[in-house]
């Protein structure tokens, strides 16, 4: 049975439940869109939570950011991402990608519930970290310039760490 993630906000005007097959928070982001919108050099994201069970209480709170996004020649795109956050305390909430309907990815940060520890963390989009930021790279952790090859669904099984 999959794993019941509950969350919620800093302030408390926005609760949330939802079952987790992957609730080990394995990866570490370094890109700007990850440190500017929750504040650090490199946390703990993408869970991944079953969609269609999403509960959620204190809705009128919740805002969406779509993130714009430069490539390598400077041309900005909108992200298709929706990264709820609340609107009266600015705590991310989760991300939601219309391209995995079925998916949406609770961010480590806002999850209440006591989280298992990861055997090894995964380090992602490096080359957008700042000269200050010195990540705490364990024995057996994965580093990636951008993105890992594999799924959040396929890290989390390889390893046997798939709850059913």
Known sequence: MPKTLEGSCR???????????????????YCSICRKTAGGGGFAINLMGDAKTLKVRGKRAI?????RIADDSGHCRT???QRHFCAQCASALWMFDPEWPDLM?????????ELPVPPSKVH???????KWVKPDFGRGDAKFRDYP???IEEWHRKRGLWID
Not at 63 to 67: D, E, L, N, Q
Not at 105 to 113: C, G, N, Q, V, Y
Request: glycine share 4%.
């Open 105 to 113: 990815h609770p961010f480590a940060s806002a999850i209440d519930t």
């Open 149 to 151: 090859k594999l799924s």
């Open 124 to 130: 992602l989009m490096l080359r957008f970290k700042p």
């Open 63 to 67: 805002r969406i950011f779509h993130a």
């Open 79 to 81: 992200s298709r991402g």
């Open 11 to 29: 302030c408390g005007a926005v609760h949330f439940t939802v079952q987790s097959h992957t609730p080990y928070p394995y990866q570490l982001c």
